[in-house]
């Protein structure tokens, strides 16, 4: 039997499934690519987990309907850059839409050209391994060939909506 057909049908509306998610607190991410011109492509994510130690996987999730699709689709490489409880501002901005989110921000360039962010508590540089299309978005699996951290940095966490330096008691 198909596990899909299998499920209850929901008893919610998404705005209760998306409060209720709200509810798991999680970090703050910014995953960074570039484009084959070369533009540099980033956004604010808290859909990031570890997968496997051998090999080193990580993963990821970004709705099929964003606009950056194109470039972690199509792309080799990618960064995922764990924020630090410093860096809300940093969030924020790479939530924006319209805007060049990499002005003024200072970062390197990583594996495969995707731009790694100074300041950040911790950084995977990941080649882009799979891709598995689950409802409304894709959950990228990202092989790390480089990682780091700062070993006393505190990270930004978001819980409910907002943007915490420290776990809410």
């Known amino acids: 039997m198909d596990p899909a057909e299998s499920a209850c049908p929901a008893a919610f509306d998404p705005q209760q499934f998306r409060a209720a998610l709200g ?10 690519a570039r484009a084959q011109d070369g533009t540099l492509v980033g956004l604010t994510a808290n859909s990031f987990n570890s997968v496997s130690l051998s090999p080193p996987l990580v993963l990821w999730s970004l709705a099929q309907r964003a606009g950056s699709m194109p470039v972690f689709s199509r792309g ?7 924020l630090a409880a410093d860096q809300k ?3 924020q901005r790479f939530a924006t839409r319209d805007i060049d989110r990499f002005a003024g921000v200072r970062w390197r360039e990583g594996c495969g050209g995707a731009p790694v962010l100074e300041g950040c508590a911790a950084v995977f540089e990941c080649a882009n391994r799979s891709q598995y299309e689950e409802g409304d978005h894709v ?3 990202g092989e790390v060939e480089a990682c780091s951290r700062v070993p006393d940095a505190q990270p930004l966490i ?5 943007y915490y330096t420290e776990l809410p008691i």
Do not use: E, K, Q, W
């Not at 509810?23 to 960074?32: L, Q």
């Not at 490489?77 to 764990?82: D, E, K, V």
């Not at 978001?158 to 907002?162: A, N």
């Open 89 to 91: 501002d940093l969030a």
């Open 76 to 82: 080799s490489h990618y960064a995922i850059n764990i």
């Open 139 to 141: 959950i990228f699996v």
């Open 158 to 162: 978001f819980h409910g909506g907002r």
């Open 23 to 32: 509810m798991f607190a999680t970090g703050v991410t910014i995953v960074t």
